[in-house]
């Protein structure tokens, strides 16, 4: 059975990296919830290794919540007034879908393919059955030719 059976990209998709928060209980549901109070659909979300006393956190959204998205970031750094917050447009996610649980290597073979094409990885999520992959936009269409060649599996 095929590891990736599928490959699907969306453009649009906004990356933001929130750091220098505190290493503290609840540091993360009160960064969340001034999110989903201004009504913000976050998709993936990865969060940093921490640092002493920091954190970070990074996550996507789509492209039409960049409006939204800045006065949100002022009410975080209101709440963490050290908080850093950078935000990166312009970019395509690649989702990766399969049977990966009974394969080793998977997102290693994946992230093997982007370096060899040299195309930068701005975000990773994973699950049991999917990997997505935050690439620059320009390099999507690169991208997703080279895992689909990589894993003989179609674009949806």
Same mark, same amino acid.
């Given at each position: 059975m095929k590891p990736v059976t599928s490959i699907t990209m969306r453009d649009n998709i906004v990356v933001v990296t929130i750091d220098r928060l505190p290493n503290v209980a609840g540091t993360m549901a009160k960064v969340f919830r001034v999110l989903a109070d201004d009504g913000i659909n976050v998709d993936m979300i990865s969060s940093l290794l921490p640092a002493a006393s920091e954190i970070g956190v990074s996550f996507s959204v789509e492209g039409d919540e960049v409006t939204k998205l800045m006065g949100v970031t002022r009410k975080v750094q209101s709440i963490f007034p050290g908080a850093a917050?950078?935000?990166?447009s312009g970019n395509a996610k690649?989702?990766? *879908? *399969?049977?990966?649980?009974?394969t080793v290597g998977v997102g290693a073979r994946a992230f093997a393919c982007l370096g060899a094409a040299e195309i930068e990885i701005r975000l990773i999520t994973t699950s049991e059955n999917e990997i997505s992959i935050v690439v620059d936009e320009g390099n999507a269409d690169s991208a997703a030719e080279a895992l689909s060649k990589e894993f003989e599996c179609g674009q949806v």
């Amino acid at each position: 059975m095929k590891p990736v059976t599928s490959i699907t990209m969306r453009d649009n998709i906004v990356v933001v990296t929130i750091d220098r928060l505190p290493n503290v209980a609840g540091t993360m549901a009160k960064v969340f919830r001034v999110l989903a109070d201004d009504g913000i659909n976050v998709d993936m979300i990865s969060s940093l290794l921490p640092a002493a006393s920091e954190i970070g956190v990074s996550f996507s959204v789509e492209g039409d919540e960049v409006t939204k998205l800045m006065g949100v970031t002022r009410k975080v750094q209101s709440i963490f007034p050290g908080a850093a917050v950078h935000v990166n447009s312009g970019n395509a996610k690649l989702v990766l *879908g *399969g049977h990966m649980a009974e394969t080793v290597g998977v997102g290693a073979r994946a992230f093997a393919c982007l370096g060899a094409a040299e195309i930068e990885i701005r975000l990773i999520t994973t699950s049991e059955n999917e990997i997505s992959i935050v690439v620059d936009e320009g390099n999507a269409d690169s991208a997703a030719e080279a895992l689909s060649k990589e894993f003989e599996c179609g674009q949806v």
